[in-house]
């Protein structure tokens, strides 16, 4: 009897000795703090890198070491043509993509290119992404992308078209030329209005492809222009017409997003809610300072009169139907959009 209690001793005494460094290694383990990756394709220069990495710096320290953020800049993990496949496969914690990198994934990402919207000044740009059309897109996001979206999109500013060798004086200058675009049927759509030829290609390889005349010239941002440098791979022309307000979406993957307390999510959503007019305001200043810096370096600026812009969104508009069909832009969204730029007059 002494026997078989000694041994059940020892056995109890050996399932402890095991047990005890797995209870141990699961504790050590509990408090290792969450790693969030987030992939941005634009170079650390950018204002948008800078407003993100001061938001992940504001996590770290108000999760008080229960977060470890990485930056990866100049899409060294993923372009943002791709990192909404990279949310979806829990490649990445975080991005803050530009909509239109979207579309080949949630097709309502597109509805900042229907005609009605190109030329509007930010005040209507504002009231329709914080509007009915934001919030559709962001639960479809949510949905397609299994992620969450943060909270108030940014501004990226407006998109303009810029050319090498060819002068833009006016928009018959346009057709003939091979435009760089970012994405999406909209843009693209909108290219060949003008009767040039669309081509898509990743941010990281603009310059590359400039210098080598892969195309004439492409649609996108001062400040891109300016972060990029891209006067010394050719750039000499811009035609300024505001055609759209590019806006990077904050998401995080649902994955992460379902590891954190729900008092780590009020962080997230607070301190972008605290911080979204003061960057939105960082990403316009940015904006004119970057027009002043490619005027320095030789850029010629043609700003077409508001009686073009309105003739030119006129005429797209009797198109509308058309880009919505070809973008696969849902009714809902139209008529969303519709709505609030009736009611904003």
């Given at each position: 009897?002494?026997?078989?209690?000694?041994?059940?001793?020892?056995?109890?005494?050996?399932?402890?000795?095991?047990?005890?460094?797995?209870?141990?290694?699961?504790?050590?383990?509990?408090?290792?703090?969450?790693?969030?990756?987030?992939?941005?394709?634009?170079?650390?220069?950018?204002?948008?890198?800078?407003?993100?990495?001061?938001?992940?710096?504001?996590?770290?320290?108000?999760?008080?070491?229960?977060?470890?953020?990485?930056?990866?800049?100049?899409?060294?993990?993923?372009?943002?043509?791709?990192?909404?496949?990279?949310?979806?496969?829990?490649?990445?914690?975080?991005?803050?993509?530009?909509?239109?990198?979207?579309?080949?994934?949630?097709?309502?990402?597109?509805?900042?290119?229907?005609?009605?919207?190109?030329?509007?000044?930010?005040?209507?740009?504002?009231?329709?992404?914080?509007?009915?059309?934001?919030?559709?897109?962001?639960?479809?996001?949510?949905?397609?992308?299994?992620?969450?979206?943060?909270?108030?999109?940014?501004?990226?500013?407006?998109?303009?078209?810029?050319?090498?060798?060819?002068?833009?004086?006016?928009?018959?200058?346009?057709?003939?030329?091979?435009?760089?675009?970012?994405?999406?049927?909209?843009?693209?759509?909108?290219?060949?209005?003008?009767?040039?030829?669309?081509?898509?290609?990743?941010?990281?390889?603009?310059?590359?492809?400039?210098?080598?005349?892969?195309?004439?010239?492409?649609?996108?941002?001062?400040?891109?222009?300016?972060?990029?440098?891209?006067?010394?791979?050719?750039?000499r022309h811009a035609f300024e017409d505001h055609q759209f307000c590019g806006e990077y979406i904050p998401i995080v993957s649902l994955a992460f997003w379902q590891k954190l307390s729900p008092d780590l999510r009020q962080v997230f959503t607070d301190l972008w809610r605290e911080n979204v007019a003061a960057y939105r305001a960082d990403m316009a200043a940015a904006q004119s300072?970057?027009?002043?810096?490619?005027?320095?370096?030789?850029?010629?600026?043609?700003?077409?009169?508001?009686?073009?812009?309105?003739?030119?969104?006129?005429?797209?508009?009797?198109?509308?139907?058309?880009?919505?069909?070809?973008?696969?832009?849902?009714?809902?969204?139209?008529?969303?959009?519709?709505?609030?730029?009736?009611?904003?007059?």
């Open positions: 009897m002494k026997l078989s209690l000694s041994r059940r001793a020892f056995v109890a005494s050996a399932m402890a000795m095991v047990a005890a460094p797995a209870v141990s290694r699961g504790a050590a383990a509990a408090d290792e703090p969450l790693t969030l990756r987030c992939s941005l394709e634009t170079a650390p220069s950018h204002t948008r890198n800078a407003i993100i990495r001061d938001y992940l710096g504001r996590i770290e320290t108000a999760a008080g070491g229960k977060i470890k953020t990485q930056l990866f800049e100049s899409g060294q993990l993923f372009p943002d043509l791709q990192v909404g496949k990279a949310l979806l496969q829990g490649q990445v914690e975080m991005a803050a993509p530009g909509a239109w990198s979207l579309t080949g994934i949630v097709p309502d990402a597109d509805f900042f290119q229907l005609p009605v919207l190109y030329g509007r000044p930010i005040e209507t740009v504002h009231r329709v992404v914080d509007g009915k059309p934001g919030q559709l897109l962001a639960k479809q996001i949510e949905a397609q992308l299994n992620s969450h979206v943060i909270g108030p999109w940014l501004d990226l500013g407006f998109f303009n078209w810029y050319s090498t060798s060819k002068p833009l004086n006016s928009y018959g200058d346009l057709k003939g030329m091979k435009i760089r675009n970012n994405g999406g049927a909209g843009q693209a759509w909108r290219t060949q209005f003008m009767g040039a030829i669309p081509n898509t290609t990743p941010l990281p390889n603009v310059a590359l492809g400039l210098s080598q005349g892969t195309f004439d010239g492409l649609i996108t941002s001062f400040e891109t222009v300016a972060s990029g440098q891209y006067w010394e791979s050719g750039i300072r970057a027009r002043e810096k490619v005027q320095a370096h030789g850029i010629k600026i043609v700003v077409p009169s508001a009686e073009e812009l309105a003739a030119t969104r006129r005429e797209m508009t009797a198109s509308q139907e058309q880009v919505a069909r070809l973008s696969k832009i849902s009714s809902e969204m139209v008529a969303f959009v519709s709505a609030d730029l009736a009611a904003a007059g």
